[in-house]
């Protein structure tokens, strides 16, 4: 049976159609648009307490047994440890690539998303925060552009998870102000996952769902206002 994968089209989200692609798996999508609030429907929220996208349904996860699961780092060692793919097998390389796949998590995805938020959606311009998470983004750059110019994956010689993570958000470098000739080892890794089939499949999902332009004072509620400090 399918995997259901509870999504929208977001870097986080895109990870986990990529891994999904990249291991074969069959899936169906269950669009949650954020920007109307669907993150906040009951059904949603009985697979994440957290109403954040991605969220997945395996009818057949351990022991045959449905699992759901949210968190798109914990979905990707999922699948990973589900096929015995795009995670090493020996303990060195698998730390490796958690260790990558951390780095993500705990910062190019917050990191950038900052940045997103203080220079394209924030209400009123705060200089502070955006030459801050603008300086970070340029680091975090730099941090990936030295280990990519010491092995050709994040996790060594082979593609792994690490880097299905990492991509979705280097993807698309000018929306950030990043030249990336400017990170040589960046631009390489980046170009060499962009060509794969299997990511150019799975950030095309809810593609057309893609957000273009400014959004309405609704959709700024729905995912920036107090509407998701209410109890539910």
């Not at 999922?78 to 796949?101: M, Q």
């Amino acid at each position: 049976m399918p995997i259901e994968v509870w999504t929208w089209p977001t870097p986080n989200a895109h990870k986990v159609h990529i891994a999904l692609e990249e291991l074969g798996l069959p899936y169906t999508v269950v669009p949650v648009n954020i920007g109307a609030g669907e993150q906040f429907r009951p059904d949603f929220l009985a697979i994440t307490p957290n109403h954040r996208i991605p969220a997945i349904v395996d009818p057949e996860g351990p022991g045959g047994q449905r699992l759901t699961l949210f968190e798109s780092g914990a979905i990707l060692v999922y699948l990973a440890e589900k096929t015995g793919r795009l995670l090493p097998a020996d303990p060195a390389g698998r730390y490796r690539a958690l260790e990558w796949l951390m780095f993500q998590m705990g910062g190019v995805g917050p990191m950038f998303g900052q940045y997103g938020h203080f220079h394209a959606y924030a209400p009123e311009d705060v200089p502070y925060a955006k030459a801050r998470y603008a300086k970070e983004v340029q680091r975090l750059h730099r941090v990936l552009d030295k280990r990519l110019s010491e092995a050709a994956f994040l996790a060594g010689a082979e593609y792994s998870i690490a880097d299905i993570a990492t991509f979705p958000w280097v993807r698309n470098p000018e929306r950030r102000k990043i030249d990336l000739s400017e990170f040589p080892h960046v631009r390489r890794w980046h170009d060499a996952i962009a060509a794969r089939p299997a990511v150019q499949r799975g950030v095309h999902v809810l593609a057309a769902n893609q957000r273009v332009g400014g959004m309405t004072d609704q959709e700024r509620e729905n995912l920036f206002g107090n509407t998701q400090f209410q109890a539910r």
